[in-house]
């Protein structure tokens, strides 16, 4: 149980273009999910909290137009980077709380997805 | 400042030996919670272990183990019969403000872990 699925795994864009990234939750339920980045040998940093039906809450120094994050569902929520730059490639890894049941004390994170802009 | 503290950047350990991955915490919220997770090479984050502030004992879950202590605000990563497939980097991270707007979990910057056989 408490499995996260992220695509795409990687993804190679031009210079400019936009870039989807979507997060589901398989077998459970999360009206809260969250957005980290992480750099080469770093640890983890948040980028924004994803709330179902409701606007995302972002960290401070994170650009919401540049990182437009939808939460439509109780079991997905999209990052979409915007005009994307070489500055933005990165590791992008979602985690997503269950609702109810004993793992709602935590997060589980999905597979994350490697981004790298030319 | 920074809330979590891991003074270890990297750490040895003989196969089935024991070790302790050190973990300090700041915070002024009565209620939170302290976990770890470990990252092998693949990225995925692997969750290990969940320790409340209000638990009475030590978390376990298998070959983990988390010394709390919760007046030294540290939160300890105990693993047992070290294994190879142990290597990996180690977070340790803590939830704050439980079940209010600003509710997240931040990590600390890892611990790095190899395993020698």
């Known amino acids: 149980g408490a499995v996260v699925s992220q695509h795409p795994s990687r993804v190679i864009c031009k210079s400019g273009t936009s870039v989807k990234i979507e997060c589901r939750s398989l077998?459970?339920?999360?009206?809260?999910m969250f957005w980290y980045r992480q750099f080469p040998k770093k640890s983890l940093m948040l980028m924004a909290t994803s709330n179902e039906g409701s606007k995302a809450t972002y960290e401070q120094g994170v650009e919401k137009d540049k990182f437009l994050i939808n939460h439509a569902s109780l079991t997905l929520s999209t990052l979409t980077v915007t005009s994307a730059h070489p500055e933005d490639s990165s590791f992008y890894i979602c985690?997503?709380?269950?609702?109810?049941?004993?793992?709602?004390?935590?997060?589980?994170f999905g597979p994350g997805t490697r981004l790298l802009v030319l | 400042a920074q809330k979590i503290t891991q003074t270890q950047p990297g750490m040895f350990v003989q196969e089935k030996e024991a070790v302790t991955l050190d973990c300090t915490y700041d915070?002024?919220?009565?209620?939170?919670?302290l976990f770890w997770y470990k990252q092998p090479s693949s990225g995925e984050m692997i969750f290990l272990i969940y320790?409340?502030?209000?638990?009475?004992q030590n978390a376990t879950e298998g070959r983990y183990s988390l010394n709390f202590q919760k007046a030294r605000k540290s939160a300890n990563l105990v693993i047992s019969a070290s294994q190879l497939g142990d290597s990996a980097m180690y977070f340790c991270?803590?939830?704050?403000?439980?079940?209010?707007?600003?509710?997240?979990?931040?990590f600390g910057p890892g611990t790095s872990l190899s395993v020698i056989p």
């Open positions: 991270a803590m939830r704050e403000g439980l079940k209010t707007s600003y509710d997240k979990v931040i």
């Open positions: 077998d459970f339920q999360a009206t809260t």
């Open positions: 985690s997503a709380r269950p609702n109810s049941g004993k793992g709602q004390e935590t997060q589980y």
């Open positions: 320790q409340g502030s209000y638990d009475q």
């Open positions: 915070t002024s919220d009565p209620s939170y919670g």
